[in-house]
């Protein structure tokens, strides 16, 4: 009798896996990497996003990419690039400031764009800091007990610091799962114009109608085609919070089913270029079946 349930029960759980989405039962380790002289460096989605505010603040300041690389290597150390809500004593956040130093409030400084701006504050009244090793400017503004532990972050930092201003075209891709049925593209659009304007301020501007937006990037210090790279590879590591199915730019596109870049090439008697304007960036979000 025993043999006779136990083989019941199999049959039922295979008919039941025969039934089922493929996609829910595949297991995809979702993560980022930003690609530097060969090299990919992996970031979990969550530190992938915060790397990008963290850098789309440098640019939006127009402080050179080195910034970025500094910051960058300052919140792998002091949080692992997790915006924290505790830490040694008082710290919280991403670069682990303390409110009783000055700093901000706690809630002032687990808002990672203010967090960012006052590390940079700090960082550009520091003497000569454009040309002070990473781990030499970091420890100018947070003053640690381990003034040399900033440093064994410094390539990883570098290779995203490059790619999120924009300097290295192509190389940040995410690996991410589909995006579920029930998908509310309208909300995915709001929260995504939101994000940006609190990413970028007003140096980034969006338009457009749900599913498909356009950022235009022209407003941003800087050279329009870098721009254009950084706000595009931004919106690669923000995608898996805003169902970001594809995004464009130039004449190259990153889709979250083939997780890599590639070049669009023009349609058989299409009358429009395949290449996008300059400074600008689309955005196709994801929709829910039909």
């Known amino acids: ?5 136990l083989g019941g029960a199999v049959a039922g759980i295979v008919t039941l896996l025969d039934h089922l989405d493929v996609r829910h039962v595949r297991t995809i380790t979702e993560g980022c990497t930003a690609e530097l002289d060969g090299t990919r460096w992996w970031l979990a989605p969550e530190k992938a996003d915060n790397a990008a505010t963290v850098t789309a603040v440098v640019v939006r300041r127009g402080l050179p990419a080195h910034a970025a690389t500094i910051a960058l290597a300052t919140a792998l150390q002091e949080s692992k690039l997790r915006n924290l809500s505790y830490g040694d004593r008082d710290s919280v956040g991403l670069f682990q400031q303390r409110p009783s130093q000055g700093w901000g409030t706690a809630k002032q400084l687990q808002d990672p764009v203010y967090a960012t701006n006052a590390f940079l504050d700090v960082l550009v009244k520091v003497d000569g800091w454009q040309d002070l090793a990473v781990t030499e400017a970091a420890q100018k503004v947070q003053r640690s007990a381990f003034p040399d532990a ?5 390539t990883q930092s570098r290779a995203w610091a490059s790619a999120l201003t ?8 995410c690996t991410l799962r589909p995006v579920p049925d029930d998908v509310d593209t309208a909300a995915d659009a709001r929260e995504l114009e939101a994000r940006v304007a609190r990413d970028f301020a ?5 338009s457009g109608t749900a599913p498909t937006l356009t950022l235009d990037a022209r407003a941003l210090p800087g050279a329009d085609g870098t721009n254009a790279w950084a706000v595009a590879q931004w919106t690669v590591a923000v995608a898996r919070a805003y169902d970001v199915e594809q995004v464009r730019v130039g004449d190259r596109r990153w889709t979250r089913a083939s997780a890599t870049w590639s070049k669009v090439t023009a349609t058989k008697g299409a009358t429009s270029s395949s290449k996008l ?14």
């Open 150 to 154: 900033y440093g064994q972050h410094e």
């Open 1 to 5: 009798m025993a043999a006779l349930l």
């Open 166 to 173: 924009g300097h290295s075209p192509g190389v940040v891709t």
């Open 277 to 290: 304007a300059t400074g600008r960036v689309a955005i196709t979000l994801a929709t829910p079946p039909k």
């Open 202 to 206: 007003t140096a980034v501007t969006s």
